[in-house]
């Protein structure tokens, strides 16, 4: 897979071009592998576009729509269940405590279109969270959060499993982490992301301290 | 000017003239810390307009800053639509499920008569008591979500994105309904008292959309919405960047724009020089942990790179102080202001 074809499809998002991304996918050959195609081409255009938001030269509607775009394309060739999705931990996505769901639709598009697999909570409150993660025996938690408040429950919640024991990397995400770098680690989180693309190698990060 | 001769009103048209006052006028938007103020519970203090008109002169006694902020919280505009307001201990009240669940209800949707809707009678009784008691010596801020920022609260954001890129008809209806009720809720507070309206427009940053979809949408609307407002208009764009977007900012006719601190404050003013004047742009959310010394630094900080000239009003780059930011951090800013913020700027010099 070449630069030029990462260029291509990154364009095509941008454009919201469905149709040219999905041109570009059918182009790749039958020698590449789903989970090839999404390794080398749908994860650097991705990160490609959630950088470039981070830095202000794409806009928040264009990180959305290249997650729904990419995660359309990739359930057609690598389905939810396909053996080539990768081996990985337990993993579940919620909002915890308020109705914006959009960073956390962002970050399940594009770990499903990156060849991830995991549970979506939904809008969930602490102690509903924690008996669901327990029940789950999840290993890694991605909470999405837009207002400060909720923010702050995250503090709950680690505390709340850290009592029953359970072994759970929390991953913060949303707008109060991104307006304050250090609030993640007051929240007692193990990680953050800055914008949805950045999940993908903070697991990957997790993961490799978990082998 | 002296500034103890100067209200804040003359402080606050002589720097939106492009001209310096005695010193930089600062907007405290704290909405939360007035229920703080009175010792009552958000919600209850809401529940009231006295509540709120004892809770904003508290503050500005408190805290010696250049505006009463009328505002009470947003999803009050989706009360008048019918929706729901969620309530917390520590924090804004936010907007429950949406009231537009599936793009086809949006043709069901009412314009609610601004004068008829409890919510926001009791946001008008508020700002024509404040009136009475600052009468012209400090301006009063009312604020609106604008018509294409309203519907995030009135749908969700992802399927507001949706209806943006799929569906143009429905998306111009949405936005002529909620252009009427903007303007009328925008005329409604101005004629209670108001100075200004603050219209807050997130989604026309650039961290929301790009420039290209702006102008096809977010800059029409307020082309058309702020011409349709009897008054002076201020722009917020609630921590969302606009620095590419300054100029169109500027072509719809607000006096001001409220920044974010995620931009140089140093740029936007190049930008913004002698065209717009610059609101902002502490953050609020590291204001929570700040130090007196933090406080002080980040106020002289933002003096130094927009203070120049006048055409600056420092404040918080969000449009509400959360409610977490300690009172001591307040003082600090406020004490910094009254101390750096002093025209001229001689201090400045060679930073």
Known sequence: MTDKTVDDFTRALLDVDRLAAKQILQKRGHDTAPIKFAEDVVLPALERIGTGWQEGTFALSQVYMAGRICEDLIDEILPPEDPDRKNQPRMAICILSDHHKLGKIMVYSFLRASGFDLSDYGVMEVDDLVEQVQKDNIDILLISVLMLPSALKIRTVKQKLDRLGCDVKLIAGGAPFRFDDQLWKTVGADAMCRDASDAVSVIEKIMEGMA | ?351
Request: hydrophobic share 40%; proline share 6%.
């Open chain 2, 1 to 351: 000017m002296n500034q103890r001769s100067v209200t804040s009103m003359q402080r606050v048209l002589t720097t939106l003239g492009h001209q310096e006052p005695d010193r930089v006028p600062f907007f405290l938007l704290a909405t939360l810390h007035g229920a703080k103020e009175v010792g009552l519970p958000i919600k209850t203090y809401f529940s009231d307009p006295d509540n709120v008109v004892e809770g904003q002169m508290r503050l500005l006694a408190k805290y010696r800053h250049d505006c009463i902020y009328g505002f009470f919280y947003a999803p009050v505009e989706i009360a008048a639509f019918g929706g729901e307001v969620v309530f917390i201990d520590d924090g804004p009240p936010n907007s429950g499920e949406p009231v537009i669940k599936k793009a086809g209800d949006i043709k069901n949707l009412a314009v609610p008569d601004v004068k008829n809707t409890p919510c926001l009678e009791k946001v008008l009784t508020a700002i024509h008591r404040l009136k009475h008691r600052v009468k012209d010596a400090v301006p009063i801020i009312g604020v609106v979500m604008s018509p294409f920022s309203l519907p995030v609260m009135q749908m969700g954001f992802d399927r507001y994105f949706d209806l943006m890129f799929d569906d143009p008809d429905l998306f111009a209806h949405l936005m002529k309904l909620n252009q009427a009720f903007c303007a009328a809720w925008a005329n409604a507070q101005l004629a209670a008292g108001a100075t200004a309206i603050c219209y807050f427009d997130p989604v026309s940053s650039t961290t929301i959309t790009t420039r290209e979809m702006y102008l096809k949408t977010g800059y029409a609307v307020a082309q058309q919405t702020l011409a349709e407002i009897n008054g002076p208009t201020a722009t917020h764009m609630a921590s969302g960047r606009c620095l590419p977007i300054i100029d169109d900012i500027s072509a719809t006719g607000t006096a001001a724009v409220g920044v974010s601190c995620h931009e140089d404050l140093a740029l936007i003013k190049t930008a913004c020089r002698g065209k717009i004047s610059v609101i902002g742009n502490l953050n609020g959310i590291e204001m929570c942990r700040w130090s007196a010394k933090d406080a002080e630094t980040r106020v002289k900080e933002a003096i130094a790179k927009a203070g120049a000239g006048g055409g600056f009003i420092l404040s918080d780059n969000h449009g509400e102080i959360p409610f977490q930011v300690p009172d001591d951090v307040l003082t600090a800013i406020s004490e910094a202001v009254h101390e750096w913020g002093r025209y001229p700027l001689e201090w400045t010099a060679g930073r």
